[in-house]
């Protein structure tokens, strides 16, 4: 499951757990994509199973996914508007004053906090501070 987008934490990738099952339903999202993407791309149902060995199958799409990430790399970064600003839920108000240790990060309301950087990088390197450090108080 590593290398799938949102797979952020080990605890997605192992069982048990709602971790788990969260990671497992991102993991089928990017399959389901492949397979989206193939029948929009004209493979009729099933074509693979009947038409391809699953080493030719794993060979086109280890290429396809390489020219992707290749490309990936041309594409401009999104516009995004300064000061970057996130808005996070925590669980608890605890874990929100938790959250505030991070340079950057403020209270918002009783559970959410709000980071805000003039740069982006620094807006999601705050994120992820936040992230670490209220799983950790949160014992995980």
Not at 81 to 94: G, I, N, S
């Given at each position: 499951m590593?290398?799938?987008?949102?797979?952020?934490?080990?605890?997605q990738?192992?069982?048990?757990?709602?971790p788990?099952?969260?990671?497992?339903?991102?993991?089928?999202?990017?399959?389901?994509?492949?397979i989206?993407?193939?029948?929009?791309?004209g493979a009729?149902?099933?074509?693979?199973?009947?038409?391809l060995?699953p080493?030719?199958?794993?060979?086109?799409?280890?290429?396809?996914?390489?020219?992707?990430?290749?490309?990936a790399?041309s594409?401009a970064?999104?516009?995004?508007?300064?000061?970057?600003?996130?808005?996070?839920e925590?669980?608890?108000?605890?874990?929100?004053?938790v959250a505030?240790?991070?340079?950057?990060?403020?209270?918002?309301?009783?559970?959410?906090?709000?980071i805000e950087?003039?740069?982006p990088?620094a807006?999601?390197?705050?994120f992820?501070?936040v992230t670490?450090?209220?799983?950790?108080?949160?014992?995980?």
């Amino acid at each position: 499951m590593e290398g799938v987008a949102g797979i952020v934490d080990w605890s997605q990738c192992r069982a048990p757990g709602q971790p788990y099952e969260e990671g497992r339903a991102l993991l089928l999202g990017e399959v389901n994509a492949a397979i989206d993407g193939a029948l929009a791309g004209g493979a009729i149902s099933r074509f693979a199973a009947l038409q391809l060995h699953p080493e030719e199958a794993r060979e086109k799409i280890y290429a396809a996914a390489e020219t992707a990430a290749r490309r990936a790399g041309s594409i401009a970064p999104p516009a995004i508007a300064l000061p970057a600003r996130l808005d996070v839920e925590t669980q608890t108000a605890d874990i929100a004053e938790v959250a505030c240790w991070v340079k950057g990060v403020e209270r918002s309301g009783i559970r959410s906090v709000r980071i805000e950087a003039d740069d982006p990088v620094a807006a999601y390197k705050a994120f992820i501070s936040v992230t670490y450090i209220t799983r950790v108080a949160e014992g995980r």
